[in-house]
């Protein structure tokens, strides 16, 4: 292993030998090193990346690493679950850089990170919930007793937990490393630090143990119960035997966190355990913080009596502040949304994990009888792990909120906004397969100056809380309603103004309801709007208006598409890439088809495809295929807008254009069609192979 600093043979400030280098990631080095006097080995932390500062930069800087080196070394006084600090120096390496670095006491064993691995290569059992508490409860003490005293770890992850013996027997020694460092890098962070030499731009967390405040500030500000989410992912992992949260990208990995409808709970990861620990970590993993357990020990104390154990005994867990006693600081304007369409800094990976395929589920509403099969394609898990990293939170929309600078270990994190009070609102819940979409104001249309006339002006609009379907109705679904009488058969054929027949030869093998096995989780199409609307009216709801489709897609902050800000692309949803211009030059000499492409690329679907199959194109609040795949038909004739302030607007009682469609078909080529501003409309009989719809309900 390649030495970057260069310090294997030298001897640091007479008293080091340094013999080898140990690991490196992309904030730290970590060395083998021998105490010349006292003949006993120690790990010597090399903070490479805080080597690009100016003098007076420095001095700031190493006021602060003290501090948290003082902290450390008090933690680890208190605890023999935290990794000893036994001296903090600086040192000029010989290419004449500045390194601070710190001595921890040297360990013998593995990572828990490490064992994972090597378990599941041996395809061990995952452990019980009772295995899992056993080992790591040291953990839960060293967590319990640092949110005592206000401060909060903020990295916390199998990487960082030391197994000393054999982890599944009873003389396992378990450590927690790491405490502190989170705050130095949020002030290297505010010092502007340009970290050339650490080959870009890292973040103080890994995402793939991040709590939504992590990602995003909409959700609030960082502190214990950010430990205490991370930490229930780590003994998700324990019990599920893989990663409780997956995602190729920085931003799958975010939107997971931050899902109210997916939990990273041990049951949603394949465990097998009783109703009352999941319920445990369903609180634990909470997306709002105020509905999580605020500690580690108020988590743990639950988590034991859930899984039928004794009341643990060490001082860190007394004294708990029991759930609803206080108020987290969180942001009083929380919302869902994760701000990763603006990130500009990806963590960096240290190591590949198992890739572990995920599937996404059908989902549609439950009036009828559902699909069960699959949609959606393979992903693979994301596995980013650091030893400690570091990004430019300002500009990236990560964020990095560390415990302020005070004049001792003692001091209390400062809220990044006033607490607010704990009201309990009556609970309201939709029908299986429907988002809850809270109320709220927002602006409908666009101010774009690139808009199209049909998407202005933009208006405000104040919207009420409502159910909507997570998916567009499926073949399957439908064809349910329609087998019992409730609603008429689906088309067969195309019906809609310019068909012709040899465009009719070519579409009308296109409705799916042709095929109701192989396309039965494929979104139903070739239905009117009367069709649709009796669908939905039988299912005990509507179809949305235009301001409740619109809400739903794109939510309160504006973003250009469901996803964010980024450009339309085959990994966001199903439009015209290459496979839909293979297929339309295939078929153009029967009928006249033309298309151009949206995007390079293959989607992998020439026309329609199964609901669900692009998670990465979901709007904020959970929603599939709401851009792409079919059109989708709204409760709204079409008219022009007005400037007029509105609330729960349902259009006009009539109109001679038509009824609204939204969002985009898959032989969609203009990407201002799947902008969620985008308005066309249909008369209100035309059946198309590129119009279906989904529901709205309202909440229960």
């Not at 710190?102 to 990170?113: F, P, Q, T, Y």
């Not at 035997?241 to 931003?251: E, H, I, K, N, P």
């Not at 929309?397 to 809220?415: E, F, I, K, W």
């Amino acid at each position: 292993m390649e030495d970057p600093l260069g310090l294997v043979g030298t001897v640091i400030d007479d008293k080091y030998q340094v013999e080898s280098l140990v690991g490196e990631g992309g904030f730290a080095i970590v060395y083998k090193a021998t105490h010349i006097l006292f003949k006993r080995p120690v790990a010597i932390k090399a903070f490479r990346a805080l080597s690009d500062f100016g003098l007076e930069s420095r001095d700031r800087l190493m006021s602060e690493f003290v501090q948290e080196g003082r902290l450390l070394a008090e933690l680890s006084e208190r605890s023999a679950a935290i990794v000893q600090a036994r001296d903090i120096g600086t040192l000029i390496t010989r290419k004449g850089d500045w390194i601070p670095y710190m001595v921890l006491e040297w360990l013998e064993g593995a990572s828990l990170e490490q064992v994972f691995e090597r378990e599941n290569a041996s395809r061990l059992p995952p452990r019980t919930t009772a295995e899992a508490i056993d080992l790591l409860e040291p953990i839960a003490e060293a967590l319990s007793l640092a949110h005592k005293i206000g401060i909060a770890h903020r990295d916390v992850k199998p990487a960082n937990m030391f197994i000393i013996g054999d982890p599944r027997g009873d003389d396992a020694v378990v450590k927690l490393l790491d405490f502190g460092i989170a705050k130095v890098v949020q002030d290297v962070q505010k010092l502007g630090g340009s970290f050339q030499k650490t080959s870009g731009v890292i973040t103080s967390f890994t995402p793939g143990y991040a709590a939504p405040e992590q990602f995003s500030r909409t959700h609030g500000s960082t502190g214990p119960w950010t430990d205490v989410f991370a930490f229930a992912l780590v003994v998700t992992e324990a019990v599920a035997g893989r990663q409780a949260l997956s995602g190729d990208t920085l931003v799958q990995v975010g939107y997971a966190s931050s899902d109210p409808y997916a939990r990273p709970t041990p049951r949603a990861c394949g465990a097998i355990v009783s109703d009352q620990v999941e319920a445990v970590f369903a609180k634990a993993l909470a997306v709002a913080i105020a509905d999580r357990h605020q500690t580690a020990a108020e988590f743990w104390v639950a988590l034991r009596e859930a899984a039928g154990l004794a009341a643990p005994r060490a001082p860190a867990f007394g004294g708990l502040t029991r759930p609803g006693a206080t108020s987290p600081p969180h942001s009083v304007a929380s919302v869902r949304g994760v701000d990763l369409e603006k990130t500009q800094a990806v963590a960096a990976s240290e190591r590949e994990a198992p890739a572990l395929g995920t599937t996404g589920t059908t989902v549609t509403p439950s009036a009828f009888p559902q699909p069960n099969s699959p949609a959606g394609r393979s992903r693979a898990v994301l596995a980013v792990a650091a030893l400690v990293a570091l990004a430019a939170a300002a500009a990236a929309g990560v964020a990095l909120v560390g415990r302020q600078p005070a004049s001792g270990p003692s001091a209390q994190p400062a809220p990044s906004a006033p607490p607010v009070a704990a009201a309990a609102p009556a609970k309201l819940s939709c029908p299986k397969g429907m988002a809850l979409v809270e109320g709220g104001d927002f602006y409908m249309g666009s101010s774009d100056l690139k808009a199209l006339d049909n998407e202005k002006p933009s208006h405000s609009v104040s919207i009420g809380t409502y159910c909507i379907d997570l998916t567009e109705v499926t073949v399957e679904a439908y064809k349910a309603c329609s087998d019992v009488g409730k609603c008429p058969p689906a088309g067969r054929e195309n019906a809609f103004d310019g068909l012709d027949e040899p465009l009719k030869k070519i579409t009308d093998p296109l409705c799916n309801i042709r095929e109701p096995s192989a396309k039965a989780s494929h979104p139903i199409n070739c239905v009117d709007w009367e069709m649709a609307a009796n669908y939905c009216a039988k299912a005990g709801g509507h179809l949305p208006t235009e301001a409740e489709w619109e809400y739903a897609a794109r939510g309160p902050d504006g973003r250009a598409y469901p996803w964010g800000d980024d450009a339309p692309g085959a990994h966001f949803l199903n439009a015209c890439g290459s496979e839909c211009m293979a297929w339309g030059k295939k078929n153009r000499a029967a009928g006249q088809v033309t298309f151009a492409a949206m995007y390079p690329g293959d989607d992998g679907f020439a026309n329609t495809a199964p609901v669900g199959s692009f998670p990465e194109g979901r709007s904020r609040f959970g929603l599939s295929d709401v851009v792409g795949n079919v059109w989708e038909w709204t409760g709204d004739f079409y008219a022009q807008y007005t400037k007029d302030a509105q609330k729960d607007p349902t259009g006009p009682k009539s109109g001679e254009e038509g009824r609204v469609a939204r969002g985009g078909a898959w032989n969609g080529g203009d990407p201002s069609w799947v902008r969620p501003t985008f308005r066309f409309h249909f008369a209100p009989g035309s059946r198309s192979y590129g119009v279906g719809f989904r529901c709205a309900h309202a909440p229960q």
